[in-house]
């Protein structure tokens, strides 16, 4: 159902714009060479930065290293994110290409989508001092760790550190009265390593290197 849905949301959109480009305007602007190589230029780059900022991350230097790069300050699929860029690209996209409301709504989007991403840096960096005080609140020793948001939002995150031979884990909500992972609990960690399904190997988690 949600794909008839996105697809009839699409058609839709190509409908309106083939409206307005093949029967209702007259004037086009033409681009250049130049133009339209940086716009496939920092599409393309723009697009790799977005996913190594994921928790599930992505190969960056693929071809040369199957090791993926992630930062984990935002996840991989969140509506504060995507939503807000989204519905004023395309009302830009509605609107006639004279009109000047379309790079408006363009630099908007833009402005609000980049801001919502340094918001998830700061996030990210007071949560992992919060997990790193949780830890030595309780008296745990660790080799290194991990804090990642929970998916479709950056308020929940959830923290994992590496022992000799244990995880201990938890969560920690933003809207928290007291800025702690509370209940961590425990886990041995006899996993070796996590290989995914197309045979690359992600990372070593007896590595504390490769946190």
């Not at 949600?2 to 839709?12: D, F």
């Not at 714009?17 to 209702?24: E, S, T």
């Not at 969560?171 to 209940?183: G, L, R």
Request: glycine residues 4%.
């Amino acid at each position: 159902m949600t794909i008839l849905i996105l697809l009839a949301i699409g058609i839709y959109f190509f409908y309106i714009r083939y409206k307005q480009i093949f029967q209702n305007e007259t004037h086009f602007e033409v681009a250049s060479i130049k133009e339209w190589i940086i716009l496939f230029f920092v599409s393309a780059t723009f697009h790799l930065v977005l996913d190594t900022l994921t928790t599930f991350g992505t190969r960056l230097y693929w071809p040369f290293s199957n090791t993926r790069v992630s930062i984990s300050s935002i996840a991989i699929a969140d509506p504060l994110y995507t939503i807000p860029f989204a519905l004023l690209i395309l009302g830009a996209a509605m609107l006639p290409r004279i009109n000047s409301k379309r790079r408006m709504y363009t630099y908007l989007g833009l402005a609000i989508s980049s801001m919502y991403l340094i918001l998830t840096f700061i996030n990210k960096k007071n949560i992992d001092t919060i997990f790193e005080k949780s830890l030595q609140k309780e008296n745990i020793t660790f080799q290194s760790y991990i804090t990642v948001p929970t998916i479709l939002n950056n308020l929940l995150w959830y923290g994992i550190a590496k022992q000799d031979s244990n995880y201990v884990y938890g969560y920690y909500s933003i809207m928290d009265a007291e800025p702690v992972f509370k209940n961590l609990a425990s886990i041995r960690g006899n996993l070796g390593n996590i290989v995914a399904n197309d045979g690359y190997s992600l990372f070593n988690i007896s590595d504390p290197k490769a946190w």
